[in-house]
């Protein structure tokens, strides 16, 4: 990996450095910026129980856009961009997951061998224990923002035991960018969830031309209850979400790619669709900012965090 100005290049070959090209954030926070896109897909994040109120099975893997699948269970989010340097994994589920989603990237007739980094949104289990199964299965590169990246080596948050401590993992931080063939995969720190919540802004090429994708994690959630405050709090992170809520308003995208399904069949879109409008995105991350002043209102203990 080398550094040229406003650039990461991984070590996926020179390719990369042709095809690479800037992924642009809104010229100011608060900013109206997310346009309305000219994208289509009939993939849809569906309700977890059918219309009888059971529970579903694990979803099949699907294509969303382009080079980017679906390829997780019910309730988490796992996605796959397939390029030209080999597969990229966005967060990996639960450690349950960790065949399914290798068995999903086969039914897609692509080689899980093939996977070369697993970028992870944020340490909680659900989005990142599945990560070390999967590494040590195919040799993934498990990629973390650095604060979190000290959790999952070390298997250990504000001293309890989380998990098995994670081996090969590479630290990320903010604006850092890699390239994969035409693919490009920019980090964007957005603290709150977690010390080292990210999402990452994915620009890929598909049928209806260059779309840019915001794989978001659980970065717009903030813990409202006194048991999730608890059990997940950390210095600064009150202040961390009140920063966040801008940055995530400021970023342009088109595909909304979240780290649980029912952040659009619930919050944005009924119909499940991943394109939604700005006016959709806005209001999602509103509600929920609304949610933590509700919750330091009714516990102004917690609000000099």
Same mark, same amino acid.
């Given at each position: 990996?080398?550094?040229?100005?406003?650039?990461?290049?991984?070590?996926?070959?020179?390719?990369?450095?042709?095809?690479?090209?800037?992924?642009?954030?809104?010229?100011?926070?608060?900013?109206?910026?997310?346009?309305?896109?000219?994208?289509?897909?009939?993939?849809?994040?569906?309700?977890?129980?059918?219309?009888?109120?059971?529970?579903?099975?694990?979803?099949?893997?699907?294509?969303?856009?382009?080079? %980017?699948?679906?390829? =997780?269970?019910?309730?988490?989010? &796992?996605?796959? /961009?397939? @390029?030209?340097? +080999?597969?990229?994994?966005?967060?990996?589920?639960?450690?349950?997951?960790?065949?399914?989603?290798?068995?999903?990237?086969?039914?897609?007739?692509?080689?899980?061998?093939?996977?070369?980094?697993?970028?992870?949104?944020?340490?909680?289990?659900?989005?990142?224990?599945?990560?070390?199964?999967?590494?040590?299965?195919?040799?993934?590169?498990?990629?973390?923002?650095?604060?979190?990246?000290?959790?999952?080596?070390?298997?250990?948050?504000?001293?309890?035991?989380?998990?098995?401590?994670?081996?090969?993992?590479?630290?990320?931080?903010?604006?850092?960018?890699?390239?994969?063939?035409?693919?490009?995969?920019?980090? %964007?720190?957005?603290? =709150?969830?977690?010390?080292?919540? &990210?999402?990452? /802004?994915? @620009?890929?090429? +598909?049928?209806?031309?260059?779309?840019?994708?915001?794989?978001?994690?659980?970065?717009?959630?903030?813990?409202?209850?006194?048991?999730?405050?608890?059990?997940?709090?950390?210095?600064?992170?009150?202040?961390?979400?009140?920063?966040?809520?801008?940055?995530?308003?400021?970023?342009?995208?088109?595909?909304?790619?979240?780290?649980?399904?029912?952040?659009?069949?619930?919050?944005?879109?009924?119909?499940?669709?991943?394109?939604?409008?700005?006016?959709?995105?806005?209001?999602?991350?509103?509600?929920?900012?609304?949610?933590?002043?509700?919750?330091?209102?009714?516990?102004?203990?917690?609000?000099?965090?």
């Amino acid at each position: 990996m080398r550094t040229i100005p406003g650039y990461i290049i991984t070590t996926f070959g020179l390719l990369g450095i042709l095809f690479c090209t800037d992924v642009q954030m809104a010229g100011g926070q608060g900013n109206t910026i997310l346009a309305e896109n000219k994208f289509t897909t009939s993939f849809r994040f569906k309700d977890y129980n059918d219309e009888k109120g059971n529970r579903k099975h694990n979803p099949e893997p699907e294509q969303i856009y382009g080079p %980017i699948y679906s390829v =997780g269970p019910l309730t988490v989010c &796992v996605y796959l /961009l397939k @390029t030209s340097e +080999g597969l990229v994994l966005f967060d990996a589920g639960y450690a349950r997951d960790g065949n399914l989603v290798p068995d999903n990237i086969r039914k897609l007739g692509l080689d899980p061998a093939k996977i070369k980094k697993i970028f992870i949104t944020h340490w909680h289990g659900d989005h990142s224990s599945g990560a070390a199964q999967i590494s040590e299965l195919f040799g993934a590169e498990i990629m973390v923002q650095k604060l979190d990246a000290e959790i999952l080596r070390s298997g250990i948050y504000r001293g309890d035991t989380i998990g098995q401590p994670v081996k090969k993992i590479t630290g990320i931080d903010d604006g850092q960018v890699f390239c994969f063939g035409d693919a490009v995969v920019k980090v %964007i720190h957005t603290p =709150g969830q977690t010390p080292g919540e &990210v999402v990452y /802004l994915v @620009t890929v090429n +598909g049928p209806q031309g260059e779309c840019r994708a915001l794989v978001a994690g659980d970065a717009t959630g903030f813990k409202s209850t006194v048991e999730e405050f608890e059990r997940n709090k950390y210095p600064g992170v009150c202040r961390d979400y009140e920063k966040t809520v801008s940055i995530l308003k400021s970023i342009e995208f088109d595909l909304y790619l979240g780290g649980h399904p029912h952040q659009v069949f619930n919050e944005m879109r009924e119909d499940g669709s991943p394109f939604v409008s700005r006016e959709q995105w806005h209001k999602m991350v509103d509600n929920r900012h609304q949610q933590k002043k509700d919750f330091l209102k009714a516990h102004p203990e917690y609000a000099d965090m």
